[in-house]
Structures are given as structure tokens and as C-alpha cells.
Nanobody, 123 residues
Framework: QVQLVESGGGLVQAGGSLRLSCAASGLTFRGYNMGWFRQAPGKEREFVAFISWSGGNTYYADSVKGRFTISRDNAKNTVYLQMNSLKPEDTAVYYC????????????????WGQGTQVTVSS
């Protein structure tokens, strides 16, 4: 019943920008913290960004800090990831996740996951 659906991925040149969206349904959206993770071929899933249920707290992986911005619109049940100054190493499948507690950087603590959206950054 709960579903998270990512969109906005695609092909972009290095230095370009993309905005990912994650639309949630089947849960009380504003009651959940939201995170973005990514996974590249042959690599483990890694934390990208986090936003608390109210939007008052955000955290980022060092690798994306200053380039990516996470935000949420609770009225629209949607979380966003604005990605600027993209690098080839940002290429991965990006997943959004929902959870109500735990270590935000650890994918294992999240309850719900989307299916992912592919981001490919060319050099």
C-alpha cells in the first residue's frame, strides 16, 4: 500500500543539474523522515541526503555537500533532491526512502523504499 515513486533522473553532462522527485502515498508523509540514497554498479548503497519530517533538519554526505539540496513539500507528499554541479561519480540509481527513527545515514533503518531513478553524468 505504501509506495514511493522517484522521477527526474536522466542523462546530463558534467556540471549540469537535475532535480529528482519522490512522490509518496499510503503513509502519513509528514510523519516520516526522508532520505536519498544512491547505488552505482558494483558499489554498496550509500547515503546522499536526509531531511526530517518537518524539514527543519537536513544532512548531506560529504561528497555532495554544497552541490545537492534536499527539500520536501508535505502538502504534496513529495521530497526533492536538487543536484547541481554534477560529476561523473554521481552516476548511480537514486532511491528515496522513508523512516521514522534511526541513524539517517544507514539505509538499513529505513522502512520504505522507492524503485529508483537512474542518473547518468557524462564527462
Amino acid at each position: 500500500q505504501v509506495q514511493l515513486v522517484e522521477s527526474g533522473g536522466g542523462l546530463v553532462q558534467a556540471g549540469g543539474s537535475l532535480r529528482l522527485s519522490c512522490a509518496a502515498s499510503g503513509l502519513t508523509f509528514r510523519g516520516y523522515n526522508m532520505g536519498w540514497f544512491r547505488q552505482a554498479p558494483g558499489k554498496e548503497r550509500e547515503f546522499v541526503a536526509f531531511i526530517s519530517w518537518s524539514g527543519g533538519n537536513t544532512y548531506y554526505a560529504d561528497s555532495v555537500k554544497g552541490r545537492f539540496t534536499i527539500s520536501r513539500d508535505n502538502a504534496k507528499n513529495t521530497v526533492y533532491l536538487q543536484m547541481n554541479s554534477l560529476k561523473p561519480e554521481d552516476t548511480a540509481v537514486y532511491y528515496c526512502a522513508a523512516g521514522d527513527s534511526g541513524a539517517y545515514w544507514n539505509y538499513r533503518v529505513y522502512e520504505y523504499w522507492g524503485q529508483g531513478t537512474q542518473v547518468t553524468v557524462s564527462s
